[in-house]
């Protein structure tokens, strides 16, 4: 079975598997009729979705048929879906997830938080899609300012690198760094670029930094790629970093951030040196 085909398949085997699911009663239905199967009977879908009985059986049986966004939202609603769930029928629907952006996730896992706690000489970070710091360890602390006494704005990374003087210090080659993460934020927004939250942040930072204002017209686009990143601490000196950045595996948009002090440099050795004191 090639890709194509076994995707159609699994589209197929997880409509009907969330329709049998589904109770009648819990989409206002009656329950009174005699039912071979406890779930929502097709045509019963079809109709509740607003859709074709045999354009939604061809579906059930794996046909190569297109589903469009709105089908999917509407199938999404009728059989319940949750949040995983109706990002799943995106993907096996072959169609762009859905630009919502969810609120600001204000705090991280307990298991989340012990990985941060756990990168001891790693400054590490946890950001949400509107790039706003939710999460950290001593070490980004140390580096970055402390989080704990920051508004969620201050927070925000692109904001900081724009308004917030010390970072002009502590990046050596700042206007390098600086523009590139505007790329960075452009490429990893564009999709939510609707968003009244995005378009009133641009706004205000526009008028904050003339950097920012000159650099976003430009619609420079950066993958967010592992970078080194050597900064300038006013304590501790010169530090080099290898920076990844990894997914947060439940779906919820975050970024984990982490910061590895540069083995052929003495970063490790001056990170124990600044938690010591």
Same mark, same amino acid.
């Given at each position: 079975?090639?890709?194509?085909?076994?995707?159609?398949?699994?589209?197929?085997?997880?409509?009907?598997?969330?329709?049998?699911?589904?109770?009648?009663?819990?989409? %206002?239905?009656?329950?009174?009729?005699?039912?071979? #199967?406890?779930?929502?009977?097709?045509?019963?879908?079809?109709?509740?979705?607003? $859709?074709?009985? #045999?354009?939604?059986?061809?579906?059930?049986?794996?046909?190569?048929?297109?589903?469009?966004?709105?089908?999917?939202?509407?199938?999404?609603?009728?059989?319940?879906?949750?949040?995983?769930?109706?990002?799943?029928?995106?993907?096996?629907?072959?169609?762009?997830?859905? !630009?919502?952006?969810?609120?600001?996730?204000?705090?991280?896992?307990?298991?989340?938080?012990?990985?941060?706690?756990?990168?001891?000489?790693?400054?590490?970070?946890?950001?949400?899609?509107?790039?706003?710091? $939710?999460?950290?360890?001593? !070490?980004?602390?140390?580096?970055?300012?402390?989080?704990?006494?920051?508004?969620?704005?201050?927070?925000? $990374?692109?904001? !900081?690198?724009? #308004?917030?003087?010390?970072?002009?210090?502590?990046? %050596?080659?700042?206007?390098?760094?600086?523009?590139?993460?505007?790329?960075?934020?452009?490429?990893?927004?564009?999709?939510? $670029?609707?968003?009244?939250?995005?378009?009133?942040?641009?706004?205000?930072?526009?008028?904050?930094?003339?950097?920012?204002?000159?650099?976003?017209?430009?619609?420079?686009?950066?993958?967010?790629?592992?970078?080194?990143?050597?900064?300038?601490?006013?304590?501790? %000196?010169?530090?080099?970093?290898?920076?990844?950045?990894?997914?947060?595996?439940?779906?919820?948009?975050?970024?984990?951030?982490?910061?590895?002090?540069?083995?052929?440099?003495?970063?490790?050795?001056?990170?124990?040196?600044?938690?010591?004191?």
């Amino acid at each position: 079975m090639n890709n194509e085909k076994h995707r159609y398949k699994e589209l197929a085997d997880f409509l009907k598997t969330r329709r049998a699911r589904t109770l009648p009663s819990q989409v %206002g239905l009656s329950s009174a009729t005699r039912r071979r #199967t406890p779930g929502l009977r097709r045509e019963e879908v079809a109709q509740l979705a607003g $859709i074709g009985l #045999t354009w939604y059986t061809w579906l059930e049986q794996g046909r190569p048929i297109h589903v469009s966004t709105q089908v999917i939202e509407s199938l999404a609603r009728v059989l319940l879906l949750n949040k995983q769930e109706r990002i799943h029928l995106y993907l096996l629907a072959n169609q762009p997830l859905p !630009a919502d952006i969810p609120g600001c996730q204000g705090t991280v896992s307990p298991i989340l938080q012990h990985v941060l706690d756990s990168l001891i000489l790693c400054p590490s970070l946890v950001m949400d899609q509107k790039w706003n710091v $939710i999460a950290w360890n001593k !070490a980004a602390c140390l580096i970055f300012g402390d989080f704990h006494e920051m508004n969620l704005r201050e927070r925000n $990374i692109v904001w !900081a690198m724009f #308004t917030d003087h010390k970072y002009k210090q502590l990046y %050596g080659d700042w206007n390098l760094y600086a523009k590139g993460l505007v790329g960075r934020f452009r490429s990893m927004c564009g999709q939510y $670029i609707e968003d009244s939250w995005l378009t009133q942040f641009i706004d205000d930072l526009k008028m904050q930094s003339t950097e920012f204002n000159l650099w976003w017209s430009l619609h420079e686009i950066e993958s967010n790629k592992e970078i080194y990143k050597q900064l300038n601490h006013p304590v501790a %000196g010169i530090l080099d970093f290898e920076v990844s950045n990894f997914d947060v595996s439940d779906n919820s948009g975050l970024k984990l951030i982490v910061h590895v002090p540069l083995s052929e440099t003495d970063t490790a050795t001056k990170m124990k040196l600044l938690l010591d004191e």
